[in-house]
């Protein structure tokens, strides 16, 4: 167990120092020797997690995606709506989330020539989560009749990405929260059978509340289970890519 914790927390280290160094000088000028420099890691730790920088950045990336499990609810519209306020949340609160969005962002304006590995990853992958959640929204018959699950996905994760962007140019993301409250408000009431709307908790207090009521997990699933090792030049039997230090 104590090396399973130790995996993990290099791990995150890892991340954390990638996400800040993507954010500050872009993805395709960030090099793997300034994020180990700023991780405090060997060579092999990095290369023990992560195969390349686009492995990297797909990790960074991967942050915003991982809620963790949430307690489950009477509507699939509440769960919908918790998604929202608790990636607000962390948005707010989480410097990872903060830097996978960043990158997300960076990538959207780096890629208008379509070469980007990853270029629209995380905003489709969104769309795919809030589809699957409307798909099961309209099968307990939450959703007006004309509703479209993949079209108001689409809608949901447009309006968010666009509303948290706001918030961050003008305040730091300070009222996030609001703003998204305000757009549930807004959009609810289009999409939502009328007997549904009362039973829906938007508070700006959801989300802490549904984090402090979130059983903790003492186990964490598919973390490495043995310590990283440093590399050694090929020939004298290391395994670490070569060539990666300015890849782009």
């Not at 990158?103 to 959207?108: C, G, I, P, S, T």
């Not at 769309?127 to 307990?140: D, I, M, P, Q």
């Not at 699950?149 to 993301?173: D, K, M, N, Y």
Request: hydrophobic fraction near 40%; glycine fraction near 6%; include cysteine.
């Amino acid at each position: 167990m104590a090396r399973q914790a130790r995996a993990i927390q290099t791990r995150t280290s890892i991340l954390l120092a990638a996400a800040e160094v993507f954010d500050e000088r872009g993805y395709s000028t960030a090099t793997i020797t300034e994020i180990i420099a700023r991780a405090d890691v060997t060579k092999g730790a990095l290369y023990f997690h992560f195969t390349s920088k686009e492995d990297l950045a797909l990790g960074v990336i991967a942050a915003q995606l991982e809620l963790g499990p949430l307690p489950p609810q009477r509507t699939k519209l509440q769960e919908l709506v918790d998604q929202g306020l608790l990636f607000a949340h962390r948005l707010q609160h989480d410097p990872l989330t903060r830097a996978s969005v960043g990158l997300a962002m960076d990538q959207w304006s780096e890629s208008a020539e379509g070469n980007n590995p990853f270029h629209g990853r995380p905003f489709q992958s969104w769309v795919e989560r809030l589809t699957e959640v409307l798909v099961e929204a309209r099968a307990r018959g939450e959703l007006l009749p004309h509703v479209d699950p993949a079209e108001t996905a689409e809608l949901l994760s447009g309006s968010f990405t666009g509303i948290q962007w706001t918030s961050q140019v003008l305040c730091q993301r300070k009222d996030l929260t609001g703003r998204v409250i305000a757009m549930f408000r807004h959009l609810l009431p289009s999409i939502a059978m009328p007997q549904i709307l009362p039973t829906l908790e938007l508070t700006p207090d959801r989300a802490a509340s549904l984090l402090a009521s979130r059983a903790a997990d003492p186990e964490e699933e598919g973390a490495p289970a043995d310590e990283e090792h440093d590399c050694t030049p090929e020939g004298e039997g290391g395994t670490c890519p070569e060539g990666e230090d300015n890849a782009s």
